[in-house]
């Protein structure tokens, strides 16, 4: 499995592959600085082909491997959700439940008004009804005559995912799936019994912070806000009056979220726009200008979690990762506005080369390589539950549509 993630930050690929025990192994990483993409979406072409070329190389290097398709994240603020169901009747003569009856009722939960610029990206089953019997996981081999099911549907802009499909493809690459941003970062950072009991998935990139909400097995709301960790780094700059270089380096060698913990004595040496010197200036200063963004985008993100329903509803609490969990104090100020228990989110259940990707920051890249391996699980008994029809839509119907444009 290659995934790859297109960042506003940085471009990062992970070779990995799953062993005869089914531990998925790390083999090759490669990171580029990003210089394309804004708010996760493409605005420079040529620029991100290159930075995929580039980061493609490195990973294929250090695991020995070529890589020939790969898993790509989407993410921008153009990504939303929304729940849907789908009912269909069990025709076949002895009433049992199979793969196609599945399929059927998945894609009659799509019938929803989509306008036409925009696509559906994902539809993820989340529970089963058999004849009136609710929460059934894996209605496979079971026996009814009516068949329901309820879908969590995200849906994207049709030009941002063409243009994503397109810079790939012209790095010399197929593309396997299509995967929003937030959804792989939960693959790779969350365990199953957070995802049963319920939990807030909060992943702060450099220009958007994904916020997924979790029940049951499964995301029910899917939300992305349009703010991340460059609006800290541009309040230090405008506050400190620095460069945004300086300013970067500032927030994550002594940033802090909670000014109250930085004793007032302390200084750090500033090296202000068109000056030699270096400017001595309270530590606690930095604090106090990253402080307020912070709490923004926590707060922003607990309307997320009411929007849902699911405010005070979540036992696994909130789980912070992407490369703005770096920030000291992160999981502080996240804890002090949603009251609740927060972690910060570290990719797991992965082997090999994994303390190349080990950091916050390497979340979603990881979890496209667990994405992949879930989709092509070995067959249980002569039988394959596996769903990649249903779920990398996406992709094909974008395939579909170049092909039949061009």
Known sequence: MVGLDLGTSKVAVV???????????????????????????VVNIEKTVHAIQTAMVAAERMAGVRGESVLVSLAGPHVTSQNSRGVIAVSRPNREIIDEDVERVVDAS????????????????????????????????????????????VTGSQTAVQNVIKCVHQAGFDVEDVVSQGLASGDGVLSSNEIDLGVCLIDIGA??????????????????LPIGGNHVTNDIAIGLRTTLLE?????????????????????????????????????????E????????????????????????????????????????????????????AVRLGLPMGIGGLADRVAGPSHSAVVGLVKWGARLAPPSLNGRSHNHAPVLAGAYQRTVRWLRDFF
């Open 289 to 340: 200008i990253i402080g307020p963004r912070m709490r923004e985008i926590f707060q922003l993100a607990r309307e997320e979690v009411r929007r849902s329903g699911y405010d005070g509803l979540l036992p696994a609490g909130v789980v912070v990762t992407g490369g703005g969990a770096r920030l000291m104090g992160t999981t502080d100020a996240a804890q002090a506005v949603f009251d609740s």
């Open 207 to 224: 220009g958007t912070t994904d916020v997924v909400v979790y029940n049951e097995g499964s995301a029910l709301h899917y939300a992305v």
């Open 15 to 41: 070779i990995a592959e799953a062993d005869e025990y089914g531990q998925l192994n790390v083999d090759g990483v490669g990171e580029v600085p990003a210089e394309g993409l804004r708010k996760g979406v």
């Open 110 to 153: 799509r019938a929803i008004s989509v306008p036409s610029d925009r696509q559906v990206i994902h539809v993820l089953p989340r529970t089963f009804t058999v004849d009136g019997q609710e929460g059934v996981k894996d209605a496979i081999g079971m026996t009814g005559h009516r068949l329901e099911v309820e879908t969590h549907i």
């Open 247 to 287: 300013a970067e380096t500032l927030k994550l060698n002594y940033g802090h979220t909670l000014p109250d913990v930085i004793p007032s004595e302390e200084r750090i040496d500033i090296r202000q726009v068109g000056g030699d010197r270096l400017q001595p200036t309270p530590r606690r200063f930095l604090a």
